[in-house]
């Protein structure tokens, strides 16, 4: 019997209930991806003031350097994964019917996976000048 094993009421470890060893990482990926939108958010509003006034050419020319385009693609996946990783916390805290929360689960992932897609498609077609 291991040291925190002494601590589990007989049933729990019986069930196999406890940790499932994977709380850890979600948390490193939500705090990673909520510093790297510190810096990109920086980034995106300073992009934004320097086009206060552009035209649409100079807005699209800036939006296809590859930098900008690169920087801004980078925001996007964090912006949309720190979201779905929020809105999976607060469904599993306070979602308590099982097949409302897989629902809720799935259609969440689905939903920023395809606004995801859609804005880094966007970004992609005007770097590529299309």
Same mark, same amino acid.
């Not at 800036?62 to 590859?66: K, S």
């Not at 939903?111 to 395809?114: E, G, H, P, Y």
């Given at each position: ?21 994977? =709380?850890v990482h979600h948390?490193?990926?939500q705090? &990673?991806?909520?510093?790297? +939108? ?5 980034? !995106? #509003? ?5 086009l206060?006034?552009s ?6 020319a ?5 930098c900008n ?5 980078a925001f996007l ?8 990783? =929020? ?7 306070? &979602?308590?019917?099982?097949? +409302?929360?897989?629902?809720?689960q799935? !259609? #969440?992932?689905f939903?920023?996976?395809?606004a995801?897609l859609?804005s ?11």
């Open positions: 019997m291991s040291q925190s094993d002494k601590y589990r009421h007989p049933i729990k470890n019986a069930r196999g209930l406890g940790s499932a060893k994977d =709380g948390f490193m990926v705090r &990673v991806t909520a510093v790297a +939108l510190l810096a990109l958010c920086v980034y !995106v #509003v300073y992009l934004l003031v320097s206060i006034g035209d649409y050419q100079a807005a699209r800036a939006v296809a350097h590859p385009a690169t920087l801004l693609v996946v964090a912006m949309f994964w720190h979201g779905q990783l =929020g809105m999976q916390v607060v469904i599993e805290d306070y &979602v308590h019917t099982p097949w +409302l929360a897989l629902t809720s799935l !259609v #969440v992932k939903v920023c996976a395809l995801a859609a880094i498609f966007a970004v992609v077609r005007i770097a590529l000048g299309a």
